[in-house]
């Protein structure tokens, strides 16, 4: 399955339940404090859109950096990580009701999905970080972040993790490629599947005791995400 339908499925199972909230439910907390539910699917919705812009701009020479090595520390330094707070707590605003800001990213993701039928996705572009990279690897990022926030807004919602199945084939093969050598074998001797890898690698669930002294001892780095 090509990476921009992989995105597609997950983009569209978040547009089905974000479909049938209450307003009050727009107003949960989330644990990506403060964001309330609101905020973070703003945050959200202008991630799965972005790359229209992108596309919009001279492709770069060529790619210098993939889906894994995106996620980089810099990309949460305290200024970066306080100015995406803070954009997301005003894009919210924008909307009278969290029912039109859902629809607008359903607009926002569907719009993506277009823009990127017209391009090979070996087309590079410049992310806004400044990472040149190919429209595959970057919708790859996408998928990312719907599909971990995703998790956080299950989460908000008191409801079961809704990540599709290929969603999570991409995300937990994202990370078992970044943890290298470090990682082989380490979900069998945990005995964790692709949600578990997901959740824990990303700081949604906690590591048990065991757990932390098994990715210590393998010197296991997961990437950065927020």
Avoid at 75 to 94: H, L, N, Q, V, Y
Avoid at 170 to 181: D, H, K, N, Y
Wanted: with cysteine; aromatic share 6%.
């Amino acid at each position: 399955m090509r990476t921009r339908d992989v995105f597609r499925l997950e983009a569209e199972r978040l547009s089905e339940v974000l479909g049938g909230l209450s307003e009050a439910d727009f107003s949960r907390p989330t644990a990506c404090l403060p964001w309330s539910v609101r905020d973070l699917v703003a945050h959200v919705r202008t991630g799965a859109g972005r790359i229209v812009g992108m596309l919009a701009e001279p492709a770069p020479p060529r790619a210098e950096v993939d889906a894994a090595t995106y996620f980089g520390p810099t990309k949460f330094a305290p200024e970066t990580d306080a100015a995406r707070i803070d954009s997301a707590r005003r894009e919210g605003t924008e909307f009278t009701t969290g029912r039109e800001l859902a629809t607008d990213l359903d607009r926002a993701w569907r719009e993506a999905y277009d823009v990127t039928a017209r391009v090979p996705g070996e087309r590079v572009v410049r992310t806004r970080h400044g990472d040149p990279m190919t429209v595959d690897d970057f919708l790859a990022t996408r998928v990312v972040e719907v599909g971990v926030h995703g998790l956080d807004l299950a989460a908000a919602l008191d409801r079961e993790p809704w990540l599709t199945a290929p969603a999570a084939r991409l995300i937990a093969g994202l990370l078992t490629a970044a943890a290298g050598t470090a990682g082989d074998g380490l979900t069998d001797e945990l005995g964790w599947d692709r949600l578990t890898l997901i959740a824990k690698a990303t700081g949604r669930w906690p590591l048990t005791g065991v757990e932390q002294r098994v990715v210590d001892r393998r010197g296991v780095r997961w990437p950065a995400f927020g």
